[in-house]
């Protein structure tokens, strides 16, 4: 949901499969500094950006229409809307789909990065737009309608700044936030790999095999630390993408099919589970899972077609301000909403209702996302950027002492570092 397709390298042609030695590898792969004669820049597979904002807006409809609240004057609301929420009672599937985009894109741009450059563009490009929404919910439920945050306190509120809120148990002051976590774990995750050095084709896909299929005994072990950092129920959506990625960048293999189709499969079960429980306690509808499973091969369907296909190169005008409001629409659309819905279902109908609600968020998205991500989301990114280079600069003594004293085998799983950018083996 949160990535940008931060594209900097020309994908091979699809249906190609690419070489060992191939100067299109990154230079990340082949232990060599990228150079600005290396760098190119790519089609922004625009329509990815479009089918994002979908992706949103389905969320959105999914908790106007469907969801069980009464700011509608009835409860639940697909009891005002009972044509409607017979199909937006699938919206929620947009957050699959954003998952499935995020484990394609977050390989996509920081693919041969150094991990301050890494940990600088998400933060910048999370963090902006993210504190506007929270310092606006907050005020909205803790000020102009506190009966949505009676469960909330002021320290809840400054937790959620952090976006860490999910780790520390406080609640979200805006239930849409719980992907942010996911998300950040995620990151983590692709972090960790970067220290490793294991950004290589080879081990990428050997994560993305072996991370979602170690995530099905998490549930099993004590505590939640596992389920936590592993998120078995999610893992195969992200690891999917990561898989698209690899046959975007690399080409096409056997192996990499069937990884995508490995962790596909784990998707379609995990979500087939938990969406038709949800859609009955949340919605209403008995919704047998293999909708569901249909949905989900459908999900990476598309992205396939998106990204390993011509389409890749189709642009539409719009498709990346469409790309832009995804994510300020996605935080600010649904306590702000219910809000707006309830303060005008009384005088006007619902369809205007609905309509004016909608744009009213896109609007305000627009203005959040001209106002603020795009003054201060490089400023802030690049100060991120710099302070984790000082910081890896002050261990990097450490670690050069660690190379010396270490026996042989354990400074063969050490990550060689070449221009600041990590070298896999």
Known sequence: MTATLDIVRPAPQSGATQPAHDDAASPAARGGQPTEARTKRAPRLALLDGVRLLAALAVLLYHYTAWHHGHWGVEPARDAWPVLSKFSVFGNMGVQLFFVISGFVILLSSYGKRPAQFIGSRIGRLFPAYWVAVLLTGTLVFLIWPVMGSHLSLWDWAVNLTMLQGGTGNPHIDGVYWTLWAELRF????????????????????????????????????????????????????????????????????????????????????????????????????????TYWAIVVGIFAAVALLALTPLRRVSLPGMALAGALTYPVYLLHQVWGW?????????????????????????????????????FGRGLGSFATRVADLVASGREPARRFALRVAPAPARRLMPDTVGGITRGR
């Open 187 to 290: 990151y983590g995750l692709v972090l960790l790999l970067m220290f490793l050095g294991w950004q290589t084709p080879g081990r990428l896909l050997a994560f993305a095999a072996v991370w979602p299929v170690a995530a099905l005994a998490a549930p099993l072990l004590p505590g939640n630390f596992f389920s936590q950092a592993l998120m078995p129920e999610y893992a195969p959506l992200f690891a999917g993408g990561m898989a698209l990625f690899l046959l975007y960048r690399f080409g096409h293999t056997p192996l990499r099919w069937a990884v995508l189709a490995l962790n596909v499969v784990l998707s379609a079960h995990h979500t087939g589970a938990s969406a038709s429980r949800e859609a009955m306690e949340l919605v209403g509808y008995s919704v047998p899972a293999q």
């Open 339 to 375: 809000w707006l819905i309830e303060n005008l279902s009384p005088w006007l109908p619902r369809p205007l209702v609905l309509a004016l609600t909608i744009g009213i968020v896109c609007a305000a998205a627009y203005l959040v996302h001209r106002t603020v991500e795009k003054r």
